[in-house]
């Protein structure tokens, strides 16, 4: 049965090219006043027109009426962590106190704390954390999340945080992408010496990738390239590793400190380099002359404390596709609130609230190879939608941490209502 979602104030549409949208492109959200949309049986966009030329071309169709509210596409959230066991809020009075990232990692913190804690629990257990954090997310207008591993560091432990998404994904209305990220850290177990690392990184590249990709648990490979965590040649050997096995390739990138990270995931053609706060004038020219998108998480340096965020003005004049996520984790930015991160790519990143817009939608769907069929409400693609409380779309990001989304959609299906 088509539907029609029609009496919205404004639907933003982001419509344009099924790809990375760059430079100027990038500006333009393409709002309309006064338009519904049509979606098709199968889900998809079937128009967008006039709310009266709608009803006479569609007589029979079912009626959401979005009561004066905003019409955008679902948010695409393409960098997450959300399967963990408990929080890390300890974490945030340690930084409050001048201990820094690494060194409450070198104490047992940070990553190697949430990897304790995830060992310890069962793929049930973990699932039901799970679901209750999507359906929030879901809850604040986020339609489709990219969800890594990483908290297992141990080939069983990475295979079952695999499995839960996959499992999710069955589950659960929201589309879920699977990202392989078991070069999150090196596991305390592998430290003591140089040969425990090479153990690691062979477990990595000749048990954990093949494994994987013999399951066919994850769409892409991820390493925390950064000085302190993983170097540029582990990086390129482990990457090199999951393109060979038919994984697509992510980059966590010069995130804290400068380490050409950047300019190795333009070399190796990676589909998304995140983070990027400390990335150098190199690392912005090498994106440019890629297809990598840059994908900035302004929530992890503000709940950090830091004061630098990435460069996003700098990355958006060289030609460099930016799109927004949340780094949803538990350790440095526990937030499923994705209108939030719209309010800091303005703020913090000095983002327009279009160029916040594209970035949230049909830039994120492009770091993840998605731009051909989700995040813009166009004819053809999947009808991902956002409702919100608002007469206009520049209050989405203005009211910030309220949550105004009223209802989101999966390809025409309810995912949250009210």
Request: net charge neutral.
């Amino acid at each position: 049965m088509t539907q029609l979602f029609l009496n919205a104030s404004q639907v933003v549409t982001c419509a344009g090219p099924a790809r990375a949208r760059r430079g100027t492109e990038q500006a333009d959200a393409v709002v309309r006043d006064r338009v519904g949309v049509a979606v098709a049986a199968d889900g998809t966009i079937a128009a967008v027109a006039a709310d009266a030329a709608l009803r006479t071309d569609y007589p029979a169709a079912t009626i959401v009426d979005c009561a004066g509210g905003v019409l955008t596409p679902g948010f695409v959230d393409s960098h997450t962590h959300a399967i963990f066991g408990r929080a890390r809020y300890e974490e945030q009075e340690m930084r409050a106190a001048g201990i820094g990232y690494l060194e409450i990692a070198k104490r047992g913190g940070g990553i190697h704390a949430s990897v304790r804690d995830l060992r310890s629990r069962t793929a049930d257990d973990l699932a039901v954390l799970a679901t209750e954090r999507l359906r929030r997310i879901a809850a604040h207008g986020t339609t489709t999340v990219e969800i890594k591993s990483g908290y297992g560091l141990s080939l069983e432990s990475e295979l079952t945080t695999l499995r839960v998404i996959q499992r999710l994904a069955a589950e659960l209305p929201l589309r879920l992408v699977p990202t392989f990220l078991g070069a999150h850290e090196v596991p305390l177990e592998h430290r003591e010496t140089a040969q425990d690392r090479e153990a690691y990184l062979q477990r990595v590249t000749e048990e954990m990738i093949p494994a994987v990709a013999r399951e066919g648990l994850a769409r892409f490979c991820d390493v925390f390239c950064e000085p302190g965590v993983y170097t540029v040649p582990e990086t390129r050997r482990i990457l090199g590793a999951a393109r060979a096995a038919g994984l697509q390739l992510k980059l966590h990138a010069d995130e804290l400190e400068n380490g050409a990270a950047a300019e190795l995931a333009a070399e190796l053609g990676a589909t998304s380099a995140d983070h990027l706060a400390a990335i150098s004038e190199q690392g912005i020219r090498a994106l440019a002359a890629a297809a990598t998108v840059a994908t900035l998480l302004p929530g992890t340096m503000l709940f950090l404390g830091r004061p630098r965020q990435a460069p996003a003005r700098a990355l958006i004049a060289a030609g460099v596709p930016v799109a927004l996520a949340s780094d949803f984790n538990p350790g440095t930015s526990p937030t499923v609130n994705f209108p939030l991160v719209l309010t800091l790519g303005v703020s913090q990143l000095r983002l327009s609230v279009a160029e916040a817009f594209v970035a949230a939608t049909v830039n994120g769907a492009a770091a993840l190879g998605l731009a051909h069929r989700i995040g813009q409400i166009t004819p053809g693609f999947a009808a991902d939608l956002a409702l919100f409380d608002v007469r206009d779309h520049r209050e989405i990001p203005y009211w910030y941490g309220d949550r105004r989304c009223q209802r989101t959609w999966v390809g025409g299906r309810p995912v949250h209502a009210g």
